[in-house]
């Protein structure tokens, strides 16, 4: 992974840290760089063959390699001291997931970012409260209106009890 000079790094996020008051939660230097879209890859939602539980109650998002296809997303610059917090959000030493080097392709062209990609995954609904998150997360940030209609489409599991979400100060301004 490249640190820069000034000791920050490039972070490519397609689901709840799209948003950027979740990401701050655990992350608070996260600062929006651009959009982009990851090619050749596709969003899907699940878990982790060995987790049965997790904060969202449903699946959450995952990038998986499948030609022709995109995933939209936003690219965070992070501070290299947010990095251990960042692999801990994603759950890198327990192998939820792992750390990935990917090339965005951006208006500012070629960007190569740190993102994440789920180990032993299986496919499950996201519960609501998780597509909320990730939903105004990807309009806030101005991703495409087809990849947000998209996003919309999304089925869930209809869990309807706590989340993360109600942990999230969401600014409506």
């Known amino acids: 992974m490249s640190i820069s000079a000034n000791g920050r790094f490039m972070y490519f996020a397609f689901g709840s840290n799209l948003l950027k008051e979740r ?3 655990a992350n608070p230097s996260a600062t929006f760089h651009t959009t982009g879209r990851l090619k050749d890859h596709e969003l899907s939602f699940g878990l982790c063959e060995t987790i049965q539980n997790n904060i969202w109650h449903g699946g959450v998002a995952t990038i998986v390699p499948c030609p022709g296809a995109d995933v939209w997303g936003v ?4 501070s290299s001291e ?12 327990v ?3 792992s750390p990935l080097e990917v090339s965005v392709e951006t208006d500012k062209g070629l960007i190569f970012c740190r993102t994440y990609e789920m180990n032993n995954f299986h496919a499950c609904p996201p519960s609501p409260q998780y597509k ?3 939903c105004l997360g990807a309009e806030r940030n101005g991703l495409p209106v087809e990849y947000l209609k998209k996003l919309e489409a999304i089925q869930t599991n209809n869990y309807s009890g706590p989340s993360v979400l109600d942990n999230i100060r969401i600014d409506m301004n």
């Open 75 to 78: 690219i965070w610059t992070l």
């Open 132 to 134: 909320q998150v990730v």
């Open 82 to 93: 947010d990095l251990p917090r960042l692999d801990k959000q994603e759950g890198v030493s």
């Open 23 to 25: 990401l701050q939660m």
């Open 95 to 97: 192998g939820i997931y």
